[in-house]
């Protein structure tokens, strides 16, 4: 503690040991029960975030597990549509329910209350970052084993207050090989440093095309440097995931839980050591 403290942690950023800890986290609506949260989040927008939260609730409930995803990218909600949920979300005067897709993974998003999937959301940050927290304290997620949670790309307003507000178990942060990773994958390794929350690892979308008829992977961003950069941060590497065209369609007719590939065995294997 320095000669000069003033007790108001609040406004000081010395690292001391008097230094109080602020709790933000909020209590889940107390009829629910999760076990494991997990958030996945990326530098930029469009790097298969979304895609990544989806599979890996995909697989995880393949294995066994009750998984759910809370869709906190309020802007740009695409989990609904890749499980083509087309109903929405009911609630009561103190409750909100997930609706549960056709394997059984129960999903919240911004779109499942909206009359209209194309309705814009021009909210400003504090409004979205309280929606998100909402959907933590006012929806009744019944024996959740895993959830993930989709996190808006970057480091903004809405991701700080899930780190904050969320009991996180972990993060898996999305990168695409034409990111400046290095830098990106830094920033996340620091933000999550900052609020104590372990990273279980970077998985590297749109990694590889796979040629259809000799099997060659062709690397169209160039060669990938995650791995070196996973060294160098002392991470895992949970994945690869190719650019496929069934990936695509699948996203888009609403049959995420119908691509078996299995890309992210080994985040499944990190998950079920949590
Ligand atoms: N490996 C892939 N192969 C084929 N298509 C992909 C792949 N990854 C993502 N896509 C497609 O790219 C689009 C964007 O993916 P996604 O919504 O997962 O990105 P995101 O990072 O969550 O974006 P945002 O940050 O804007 O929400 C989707 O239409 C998805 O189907």
Redesign the pocket.
Known sequence: MSEECTHDCGSCSQDCAERQKTDFLEKPHPMSSIKKVIGVV?GK???????VTSLLAVMMNRKGYHSAILDA?LT?P?IPKAFGIKEKATGTEDALFPVTSKTGIDIMSLNLLLENDTDPVVWRGPIIAGTVKQFWTDVIWKDVDYMFVDMP?GTGDVPLTVFQSLPLDGIVVVTSPQELVSMIVAKAVNMAHMMDIPILGLVE??SYVQCPDCGKEIHVFGESHIDEIARREGLKVLGK?????K??AA?DAGEIEDVKESFLEDAVAVLQTL
């Not at 995931?241 to 065209?245: A, F, G, Y």
């Open positions: 990326s927008g469009g790097v298969g975030k979304s895609l990218d740009g695409s790309p979308n749109m995931l190719p650019i496929d065209p990936i695509a996203c």
